[in-house]
């Protein structure tokens, strides 16, 4: 699975340690799904999409092996 | 549901205590060539002297600096390792849960290269010290990946 993280959090000048705070969870986590390591929970992906204010599909996106 | 077998992250550091002096005190003895020497009256639900007949529940008087060791080391990993770290979150757990994967899967490994290369009485020490070693990978592996993690540049 693609992520635009990196992207979305450059977009909003948040830093990996800001973006964390504000879902909730450990800087190790945004790293981890930014670098494609760690698929993140249903619910973390729609607070994230919350955050963006945009829909899940457009901040994540499945590549052909998912599919 | 892993999440609710874990204790509040303060328990971590007294499990390390609690770990420390088991340590300490099942080294010392090595350390410097004598034994603890620890007897007490203790419930033993089986007893089995050397010579003797096999008692059930029952008191009895016996060293108890293996048992003292034990249950230090034991009680203080399990505070470890089923502590919560500071900032628990979905990707620490899963993290916790591969790392646990990880030290059963090496644990028994060792333990099939003992069943494999070690024989006679050194086969007890094996049996003995792999009483402790899945708790013990565990804690190594996962502190290890945890490190690793923490260690990770700050990205802006």
């Known amino acids: 699975m693609k992520n635009k993280i990196k992207?979305?959090?450059?977009?909003?000048?948040?830093t990996q340690d800001e973006l964390a705070q504000k879902i909730h969870v450990?800087?190790?986590t945004i790293h981890a799904i930014e670098a494609g390591k760690y698929v993140p929970s249903t619910v973390l992906a729609l607070r994230m999409a919350r955050l963006f204010q945009k829909p899940v599909e457009e901040i994540f996106e499945l590549e052909q092996e998912d599919l | 549901m892993f999440m609710k077998l874990l204790l509040p992250h303060r328990w971590k550091n007294i499990g390390w205590t609690?770990?420390?002096?088991?340590?300490?005190?099942?080294?010392?003895p090595f350390l410097f060539h004598t034994d603890l020497n620890l007897t007490a009256p203790v419930f033993a639900m089986v007893h089995d002297p050397v010579l003797g007949k096999t008692g059930y529940f029952s008191v009895v008087r016996t060293d108890i600096s293996f048992?003292?060791?034990?249950?230090?080391f034991l009680t203080g990993a399990l505070l470890v390792a089923f502590s919560k770290e500071k900032n628990e979150d979905e990707y620490i757990s899963s993290l916790r849960l591969s790392s646990l994967l990880w030290a059963v899967l090496v644990n028994y490994l060792l333990l099939l290269f003992a069943f494999l290369f070690i024989y006679g009485i050194d086969f007890l020490m094996v049996m003995t010290y792999n009483m402790?070693?899945?708790?013990l990978i565990f804690i190594i592996r996962f502190n290890y990946v945890?490190?690793?993690?923490?260690s990770l540049p700050h990205e802006k």
Request: charged share 15%.
């Open chain 2, 132 to 135: 402790f070693t899945v708790l």
């Open chain 1, 7 to 14: 992207i979305e959090r450059a977009v909003h000048s948040f």
């Open chain 1, 26 to 28: 450990s800087r190790q």
């Open chain 2, 18 to 28: 609690v770990l420390g002096v088991g340590v300490l005190l099942s080294v010392a």
């Open chain 2, 67 to 72: 048992t003292l060791t034990g249950v230090l």
């Open chain 2, 146 to 150: 945890m490190l690793r993690n923490k």
